[in-house]
């Protein structure tokens, strides 16, 4: 009787990983991107909505995440290249708690000499909550009508070359993509 039991307990624990799997409610792609506004590091405020029309690529990070200054540096790369483009947007949106947002982040952004646009997540974090970020870095892209073509969880390579040819890569296919 034993070897049944283990298998039924293999099963149950099977099934629970396939359950949560299968349940997960994080962001899907083809789904609504959901609005929010946001004050940015500059004082002034964005909203999401404002930038219908346009591909738009979120990566949220905080300054304590090394995986996340690795791809901070690629990310500005990709910025310089679509700031004067019309129809692409790119921005970084903190998690740092808000203390190290007053303390940390401008004087990290000005460190390393990045001019993409910053976004403060709130203290209750309402755009990583709205965006069901669990583990930085997230990257999410949107494409011009609002739905998000892309959810990444981590980075694909250290290489900052790699990861801006990634990054370039998403936002062609998402151009290259169908206005509904």
């Known amino acids: ?25 994080g962001l899907r792609p083809g789904g ?21 029309g346009r591909v738009v690529v979120l990566d949220f990070w905080a300054t304590w995440c090394p995986p996340c200054r690795k791809s901070l540096p690629a990310l500005q790369r990709v910025h310089e290249h679509y700031k004067d483009s019309a129809d692409v947007f790119v921005a970084s949106v903190n998690t740092d708690h808000a203390v190290d947002q007053v303390r940390l982040v401008p004087a990290f952004v000005r460190k390393n000499g990045y001019s993409f646009p910053v976004l403060l ?10 965006y069901r970020v669990q583990s930085i870095p997230t990257l999410v892209v949107i ?11 981590g980075i694909p390579s250290t290489d900052e070359a790699v990861l801006v040819e990634h990054l370039e890569a998403l936002i062609d296919a998402v151009r290259r993509e169908p206005r509904s």
């Open 121 to 130: 997540d709130d203290a209750h974090k309402a755009v990583s909550t709205a």
């Open 32 to 52: 609504d991107a959901p609005d929010f506004e946001a004050r940015l590091l500059d004082g002034q405020t964005l909203q999401l909505s404002a930038l219908r």
């Open 1 to 25: 009787m034993r070897p049944s039991r283990t298998w039924i307990g293999i099963a149950a624990v099977a099934g629970l990983i396939a359950y949560s799997l299968l349940a997960h409610d």
């Open 143 to 153: 494409d011009r009508d609002g739905k998000v073509f892309k959810v990444q969880t």
